[in-house]
């Protein structure tokens, strides 16, 4: 069974540009959760996509944003990069529609913003 | 505001023996408590979770104690390995948010041959 696959593993950007990063979860699961990995702040919620609709965010601006399709893969966009932003942007997998359940995590995305 | 604290950065231990790593949380609402293992340039793996219903957790090697009146969870790892070397991660979530998870800081620990 594959696992989550993010692409891509790794992009350099400048201030000021958008990025989009993609997420394939695992087959048969409908929920993808982001993370965002930095040293200093550790690992942070981003946001939580069930069946195609938002369910949970976390505290980030309005520049990060997602969206999940029919087939469950996501995608997130960081417009108006700052340097800031540069960090391992981590996807998460479940099967749980509600309740708890394990996260299977990619293998994240690094994002450097020069 | 960290709501789940690692106050141990680093643990050594040698190969054989139990490795104890610990995790505080502030937040009453968390009802549901998870340890993943991340090796570098991988993503985090689920090792063991516990609900707050219980107070303990076995899988293997691998025991998760809950006391919820100190806020307190750890991970005991017995007989540690050389391949448990990682960086481990305590995690919470509350009811209705299952997959919103706040994490620790994370904790490196070396089994030392």
């Known amino acids: 069974k594959a696992g989550v696959t993010q692409t891509p593993r790794y992009l350099i950007k400048t201030r000021g540009q958008q990025v989009t990063l993609s997420c394939s979860p695992i087959?048969?699961?409908?929920?993808v959760s982001w993370y965002q990995q930095t040293p200093g702040q550790g690992l942070q919620f981003l946001f939580e996509?069930?069946?195609?609709?938002?369910?949970n965010k976390g505290n980030f601006p309005g520049r990060f944003s997602g969206r999940q399709f029919s087939n469950s893969r996501s995608e997130m966009n960081v417009s108006t990069l700052e340097l800031g932003d540069s960090a391992l942007y981590l996807c998460a997998s479940s099967l749980a529609g509600q309740g708890t359940g394990e996260l299977f995590f990619g293998e994240g995305s690094r994002l450097t913003v020069l | 505001d960290q709501q789940v604290k690692q106050n141990s950065p680093s643990l050594s231990v040698q190969e054989g023996r139990i490795s104890i790593l610990n995790c505080d949380y502030t937040n009453s609402m968390f009802d549901y408590f998870l340890w993943y293992k991340k090796y570098p340039a991988e993503g985090p793996t689920f090792l063991i979770s516990i609900s707050s219903i219980k107070d303990k957790n076995e899988d293997g090697r691998f025991t998760v104690f809950l006391n919820k009146s100190a806020k307190h969870l750890s991970l005991h790892i017995v007989p540690s390995q050389p391949g448990d070397s990682a960086v481990y991660f305590c995690a919470a979530s509350a009811s209705g948010s299952a997959r919103q998870l706040t994490f620790g800081s994370g904790t490196q620990l070396t089994v030392l041959p």
């Open positions: 996509y069930f069946s195609e609709t938002q369910r």
């Open positions: 087959s048969g699961h409908r929920s």
